[in-house]
């Protein structure tokens, strides 16, 4: 029973960065119909800025976690501005192989410069240590990154369903055309979303850079789980990506606790599972 | 499929028939292959560092044997087995490639010795650990050089049992290579009056997070939390269980380290650490001389596979030269009568199973006051002699040696 709760709790550590990942991807596609496959990279940029701000400025862990999002957003306002924007009226096919080039482009020049055995970034002095409950020894560092994700989390929720920016946000996702006539700069909106998503990518990088090496090839290992994360909860489902990506989190936790040799398939079989029932995700609806 | 290029190269043999009997060395040219991981998770330890080992036992032998040019050329396997093996027959069959070193990870090297057996082509194996290579799975044209798992499982497993650690748990990556380190290991243990008392096994590579398995290794109460992984997951390990609390309270084996895992750890989270290597950099003079020219062209001091790489290359070279061809057969029985002497290797020989014994070293990992210099991370604690480091002959099952 022990094992049992560690397991889930680990899973629903494991849940948050995956629910603060397939976020991003939810708003970006959910929008811009664009699938996002440099999310993967756009976190691991992220964590190594922080790494990079940390070593070369002295920048500590709290700055990192305001100015690194900040500063990937732009980045990704770059992005979206001068390659992104051109393709728009093609096939996602299209958005899709230049976020892939992009994220090849980004790991090769990270492996060139600091190689892939990575680099360890130390866990904030002010959330050092652990509790110990019982059942396992959980590090004060997790519960921060459960807490911080799910408060994130919320939050986007909130702007995007309740604030008159979000309402905008999702009209753009229905149609954009009759929101434009409306006389909203949807453009502009495109780039800020795009810009947000990267953000948000970045800021799970600079979380999650304290628990795991800090390399180029963190980003791949993860991105896969989080797409079928997002394909489970719906395409650009926010609320979807959210609640599928804890969801899933505990689903591996189980797992591990019951089968552990399943535990790295399992979410692709609840996938498949899903699909075959909700072709358009648990929370999608049919466009 | 295959035939086609076969008929073509024995056509192409036929015709240069004169020629080949006159100078020895097929196709007029030595050409080496270094097949290994450029990009992906070995990429630190053996990669981009292997190749240019590669290169400087080319250039340090003259770029000439036999008076026919030496040609190197490199590929990515990506940890493949299907990528390594194709990538091998294409050599083999279109690129005259005579040799193929490093094949870091036990899963590409596992695919590539049958091919190169068959082909009749050498490979000399520098990256990979799993100890049935020159046992159950050996072949004749293999020469596994640097380091195997039982040397592991012997040199750190021994030293910890003995030290008090008689109660293990593996974390152990879910493959050929992470299987065997833990088969050999928990021998050991067993052997030395320690119990095992249980496993988890971990997908590799991909896996970062490791916490589950670590606390399966908490519960189990076990004094030893064996890791039977290689670098980045090794990595990722000993980063998490410091967080998790697994350590001080239980203490890490490490059972395959390299350097520059180290490096990239920091040793205040890898400090204390006991581990088994076949090179360190600071060993000696001649050591020191070699690993500071790697040094300068890579920015990384060499890891034992990287210097294991270079010197397989170099006494294959030497090899070719005095056995006068470039020929499988007569290399390898060179190969074999001759013993390695150089910064890696004092007095070592090649057995008919075709593992190359040589001394180990068993070393401790310094703690950040204690190093003095950029690198200097090891303190020797003893040095394994080749007779005990790796398993006799007859311990292994290699169905060549038992003729």
Not at chain 1, 139 to 166: D, H, M, N, Q
Not at chain 2, 256 to 277: E, N, P, R
Request: proline residues 4%; contains cysteine; charged residues 15%.
């Amino acid at each position: 029973m022990q094992a049992l709760f560690g397991q889930l709790l680990v899973g629903l550590i494991n849940g948050s960065f995956y629910a603060l990942l397939s976020l991003g991807l939810a708003i970006i596609f959910g929008l811009l119909n664009v699938v996002n496959f440099a999310h993967g990279a756009q976190y691991m940029m992220g964590a190594f800025a922080a790494w990079m701000a940390a070593t070369y400025l002295g920048i500590g862990y709290f700055w990192a976690l305001l100015l690194v999002p900040a500063a990937m957003g732009l980045v990704g306002v770059a992005v979206e501005r001068l390659l992104l924007r051109r393709l728009y009226g093609l096939d996602n096919l299209y958005g899709l192989l230049l976020t892939f080039g992009l994220t090849l482009i980004a790991e090769g020049l990270f492996h060139q410069a600091y190689g892939n055995s990575g680099s360890t970034y130390p866990v904030p002095a002010a959330l050092r240590g652990g509790v110990n409950l019982g059942f396992m020894y959980l590090p004060i560092y997790r519960a921060w990154v459960v807490v911080v994700s799910v408060v994130v989390c919320t939050a986007s929720w909130f702007v995007i369903e309740r604030t008159k920016l979000g309402a905008y946000l999702r009209a753009g996702t229905e149609n954009p055309r009759l929101l434009q006539a409306f006389g909203v700069n949807v453009p502009l909106m495109f780039t800020i979303t795009y810009g947000f998503g990267v953000a948000l990518a970045a800021f799970a990088g600079v979380m999650a850079a304290p628990v795991y090496q800090v390399t180029p090839l963190m980003g791949s290992s993860l991105i896969m789980v989080v797409f079928a994360v997002v394909v489970i909860g719906g395409m650009g489902s926010i609320a979807g990506s959210i609640f599928t990506g804890l969801g899933i989190g505990l689903v591996e936790g189980l797992t591990r606790y019951l089968y552990p040799e399943a535990s790295s398939v399992v979410v692709f079989v609840v996938m498949a599972l899903v699909l075959l029932v909700r072709p358009a995700g648990l929370f999608g609806r049919q466009r | 499929m295959s035939r086609i290029p076969r008929v073509a190269c024995c056509l192409a043999a036929l015709l240069a028939a004169p020629t080949l009997a006159a100078d020895k060395v097929s196709d007029g040219v030595v050409k080496i292959g270094v097949l290994t991981d450029m990009t992906g998770y070995y990429s630190d330890l053996a990669g981009p560092g292997s190749v240019l080992a590669a290169r400087m036992a080319v250039e340090d032998f003259g770029g000439k044997v036999l008076g026919k040019p030496i040609q190197l050329v490199s590929a990515d396997h990506q940890l493949k087995a299907d990528v390594a093996s194709n990538t091998a027959r294409k050599w083999f069959d279109q690129e005259q490639v005579d040799v193929i070193a490093d094949l870091v990870s036990s899963s590409t090297a596992g695919a590539v010795m049958p091919v190169a057996a068959e082909k009749k082509r050498i490979t000399l194996l520098s990256g990979p650990g799993t100890t049935a290579f020159t046992g159950e799975k050996c072949t004749a044209y293999n020469v596994h050089w640097t380091y195997n798992n039982w040397a592991l499982a012997n040199g750190t497993g021994r030293e910890v049992v003995r030290q008090g650690g008689d109660t293990w748990f593996f974390v152990t990556a879910d493959y050929i290579f992470g299987r065997s380190l833990e088969e050999d290991t928990s021998k050991v243990v067993k052997a030395a009056g320690g119990k095992v008392l249980g496993f988890a096994r971990h997908p590799s590579p991909g896996t970062t997070d490791f916490s589950s398995y670590l606390l399966q290794a908490q519960s189990s109460g076990a004094k030893i939390v064996g890791l039977a992984n290689a670098g980045a997951d090794t990595v990722n390990c000993i980063k998490q269980a410091n967080e998790f609390g697994v350590t001080p309270k239980q203490s890490l084996a490490g059972l395959l380290v390299f350097i520059t895992d180290v490096h990239s750890l920091g040793l205040d989270t890898a400090k204390g650490m006991y581990l088994t290597t076949a090179f360190y950099w600071d060993l000696n003079d001649d050591t020191r001389k070699w690993s500071q020219r790697f040094f300068e062209k890579h920015k990384k001091m060499p890891t034992m596979v990287q210097a294991g790489v270079y010197s397989s290359i170099m006494h294959y070279l030497k090899a070719v030269q005095a056995a006068g061809t470039d020929d499988a057969d007569a290399v390898m029985a060179k190969m074999k009568a001759t013993p390695v002497n150089d910064f890696f290797a004092k007095n070592a020989r090649i057995g008919p199973d075709g593992l190359l014994r040589h001394d180990m070293y068993l070393a401790r990992v310094k703690a950040p006051g204690a190093s003095k210099k950029p690198w200097d991370y090891y303190e020797i604690v003893k040095t394994i002699p080749a007779a005990e480091a790796f398993p006799t002959v007859e311990q292994q099952a290699c169905p060549l040696a038992k003729k």
